[in-house]
């Protein structure tokens, strides 16, 4: 398989970074989504002192054929002092944005929406609180679910259909789906409808760009705000091969695309992923929201 276009450059953390921030989620026993899942944005993200958290452990009950994280058997139930220790790292890394993100917990009630509430709900107790992005499982769609997270205080809720229609069963656990993850965004905007929903699709999996596009469209259609389309690199040979990579004037095509449609924000690019510059893209949905 080709290494890829010369331009499909990972950065490594700085080594002041990785220590820095490796040294405090280590203090704090947290995990994160960019160590877990191998993120290519690693040396960016950890050399500005950011991290995604995950939440719920590092174990996920699912097991995508792209994905990195762990599958398996959790063993257990969510650690009850995780969101006290999670205030305590954003206070002590002073953020005023947070992503929050979590493994799959199909083993627990609810998929864990009560956690993922706590949380949020402890990280707003801050004093002048950060903006929180929680990047959702798809807690198999039950409504109390997603109104407790909905409600929690999040700002931004995001979740991914991570690929087209026709790849999605070969892409995702089969307890996942595409239709699934449409209802949950199309449904947390009737929970609330002054919530930012966002989501992402890989490209370079063996999709079109017309499907691609019908993807955007659909996620459109249940007046998702965010959209972030970003390259396929597959995290290790036991993931699923790239099938293709896409050119950055095909990016630049779907970025296009995408405003035409009405997104309030579209990030495009090889290295773009859901929580890539989030802060920025949060604050500019927002801004043409208010101006709408």
Known sequence: MNAGPEWIKATA???????????????????TVCREANCPNQGECWGQGTATFMLMGSVCTRNCRFCNVEAGDPEGGPDET?????????????????????????DLAGGGAKHFKRVVEEIKKIPDPPLVEGLIPDFTGDLQS????????????????ETVKRLS???RDRRAGYELSLSVLERVNQIDSHLVT??????????????????????????VDIVTVG?????TEEQLPVEEFWNTSDF?????????????????????????????TYLEARSRRTRC
């Open 146 to 161: 997603l109104e407790r997270v909905a409600r929690s205080g999040l700002e931004v809720v995001g979740h991914n259909i």
């Open 82 to 106: 995780e969101p006290e220790r999670l205030r305590r790292a954003v206070e002590e890394f002073d953020l005023d944005y947070v992503v929050l993100t979590s493994v799959d917990r199909d």
């Open 252 to 280: 630049e095509a779907l970025k296009r695309a995408g405003e035409e449609m009405g997104f309030s924000s579209v990030v495009t690019g090889p290295f773009v992923r859901s929580s890539y510059k989030a802060r920025e």
């Open 169 to 171: 069963p070969g892409v």
């Open 231 to 235: 390259q396929y690199l597959r995290p």
């Open 13 to 31: 953390p700085g080594l002041e970074s990785k220590e820095k921030v490796g040294n405090k989620l280590r203090e704090f026993d947290l995990n």
């Open 198 to 223: 966002k989501s992402s699709i890989m490209v370079g999996l063996g999709e079109s760009e017309e499907e691609v596009r019908g993807a955007m469209e659909d996620l459109r259609g249940v007046g």
